[in-house]
């Protein structure tokens, strides 16, 4: 029982850390090499049937500090999940076009996005901000990624002290109660038992 309950806390845990790399912002200093828009099919199930869905997705193409390419998605979030309420990618766009350079001459950008890059499923982290390093060297601290999580973890430690106040003050009552009421009716058929054994004992002239 104990291996089940810390396999379904490990599982529990995998899937908050889950949630949490893939939704929280991550940073990375590159230089832009280029963008382009590409029309992008979609499946969706209609009651009609099966129904493709197309949409023009912008993509921005960098290379970071190690030389290691990358393509990032540009689009809006609107109030959807992760909630970056992302309606600017126009601008971002705009910002890429203008700081595109080259390996001999780079102008290095700080880029910011969320998600992952997986190719078999071509999925790629999107771009929520972009602006100017201050240099190639540039140090960033992931200050708002922590703060999520101590905020998290602050949140978690109240919710498990109210469960255990609530458990401790509303559950155990009732549990004891119906331990002694158990208790009760146990003995109330044993005596009874008893009873009816003697009965037909002294039926039986035993």
Partial sequence: MTRVRWGVYALLLLAVAGVLHYSLPMRDIV???GQEVKRQDTTVSTPEGQEVVSRDVNFI???DRDGEAHAFRNEDTDFGWPPYFKFDTGDISAQAENAISTRADPEWMVVTHYGWRIQMFSMFENVVALRPATSR???LYPWFNGAVIVV???LFLIARRMVQVVYRERVVPVFEQIDREWDE???TVSA???GLRGWFARLLGR
Avoid: N
């Fill in 152 to 154: 998290l973890l602050i």
């Fill in 61 to 63: 193409y960098a290379v």
């Fill in 185 to 187: 009716a146990s003995d």
């Fill in 192 to 194: 009874h038992y008893t």
């Fill in 31 to 33: 230089y832009i090499t």
């Fill in 137 to 139: 060297d540039e140090t």
